[in-house]
């Protein structure tokens, strides 16, 4: 019997499950953000890819390998602001 599982080690080489342009070439992101987007797409969002898979996870990782799928990291995002606006009471 064949053993079908395969390990997936970005720094060989294998970039089939990391998001264009990461720097750490992270398959955890990679697959937290395409879990995010197929989330998206099943509550109704519009796919950025062509028709042709009927899966919404297959669709999400497919936008996501093709950097299609904009993340923000949280560790060098700026800061969002948490000053409240003043209020009219004059």
């Not at 599982?5 to 953000?33: M, N, Q």
């Not at 009927?54 to 497919?62: D, L």
Request: charged share 30%; aromatic share 4%; glycine share 6%.
């Amino acid at each position: 019997m064949t053993d079908t599982k395969t390990t997936v080690d970005p720094h060989a080489g294998d970039t089939a499950l990391v998001i264009p342009g990461d720097p750490e070439l992270s398959v955890y992101r990679f697959i937290t953000v395409a879990a995010k987007r197929a989330r998206q797409l099943q509550a109704g969002a519009r796919p950025k890819v062509a028709p042709g898979l009927r899966k919404m996870t297959k669709i999400a990782v497919e936008e996501t390998r093709r950097g299609y799928v904009e993340y923000i990291d949280p560790e060098t995002a700026p800061p969002a602001s948490t000053e409240e606006e003043p209020t009219s009471d004059q």
